[in-house]
């Protein structure tokens, strides 16, 4: 009757979207942490210890149990259930011998080799699936840290759905890179706010021609150039004095004959001989005049 469950759960996820929330209750019980060890060679961690197919990887606790895969972000549940196409490749990698209750098909396989998907799934799933095995496994990605804050946690102190998302969203800041992962990882971890959807009237006023006020032209100036900063500031200077180059020898002697006979142009000249006052009792005398006197 399980089996016909298992069947039933996923042919309905298989139709139902990739990503789905169904938190479901499974035949696996953890009473306190488990000790993880890694598988070598693979981004993943195992539960030695416990009679279960207990994996971490990406940041979430994976468990296989009834040909299904369930996953969470703690390390008891709630477990969603996850769609055969959504898997995380790497936890399909997973060699058989890490299966500590592998089921009956699995005991007649490699050990050292992943589980027969295609046995499992059927011929579709290894259409849709056909490069799962195909990577390169010198560049296999660093595991992701364990969320050993949860270790003081137990069966009788298990906190509650809110006290699981704020505990996580404060001690564990990795987040998942797989599509899977980060979609239980919201679910059970993200903000739990919507955002809130715009309204049309909104939408409307961002859609309308908005007026744009043109800026000022700015009235045009010659450009001018700055002085750089490293250049002296420049000072008012005076006009040079006009000052008049001395003479030579020659044209000072030249200069003073010019002055000596402008002195003489200037001085008053006489014709002939100047006019004597004549002495008392005698006559004056006309030159060019005969005095009477014959020769």
Do not use: C
Not at 77 to 84: E, F, N, Q, S, T
Not at 101 to 120: E, G, N, T
Not at 145 to 168: M, V
Not at 244 to 270: I, S, Y
């Amino acid at each position: 009757m399980r089996k016909l469950f298992t069947i039933l759960v996923m042919a309905a996820l298989n139709l139902a979207p990739a990503y789905t929330n169904a938190s479901v209750n499974i035949s696996i019980q953890v009473v306190q942490y488990p000790v993880l060890q890694r598988i070598p060679g693979y981004p993943v961690y195992y539960a030695p210890r416990l009679h279960a197919n207990y994996f971490f990887y990406d940041g979430l606790y994976w468990v296989y149990v009834d040909d299904a895969w369930y996953t969470s972000p703690w390390f008891d549940g709630p477990w969603d259930v996850v769609a055969i196409d959504t898997v995380p490749l790497f936890v399909l990698r997973i060699p058989v011998r890490y299966y500590r209750y592998p089921p009956v098909i699995f005991r007649s396989w490699a050990i050292d080799a992943p589980p027969r998907w295609d046995r499992v799934w059927g011929p579709d799933w290894a259409h849709r699936h056909s490069n799962w095995q195909r990577w390169n496994r010198t560049a296999a990605p660093a595991p992701a840290p364990l969320p050993r804050y949860q270790q003081r946690f137990t069966r009788a102190n298990y906190p509650t759905d809110e006290q699981r998302r704020e505990l996580a969203q404060q001690h564990y800041r990795y987040k998942p890179h797989d599509a899977q992962a980060r979609q239980t990882w919201q679910n059970h971890v993200g903000d739990r706010t919507p955002r809130r959807p715009p309204d049309q009237a909104h939408i409307a006023r961002q859609s309308e021609p908005q007026y744009v006020r043109p800026a000022p032209r700015a009235h045009s100036k010659p450009d001018r150039q700055s002085p750089p900063h490293d250049a002296p500031v420049a000072r008012y200077e005076r006009p040079p004095e006009r000052v008049e180059a001395p003479l030579n020898e020659a044209a000072q002697r030249r200069g003073h004959a010019d002055v000596r006979e402008f002195a003489r142009n200037t001085e008053p000249r006489h014709e002939g001989r100047p006019d004597k006052p004549n002495k008392p009792g005698k006559p004056d005398k006309e030159e060019g005049h005969d005095s009477g006197k014959h020769h």
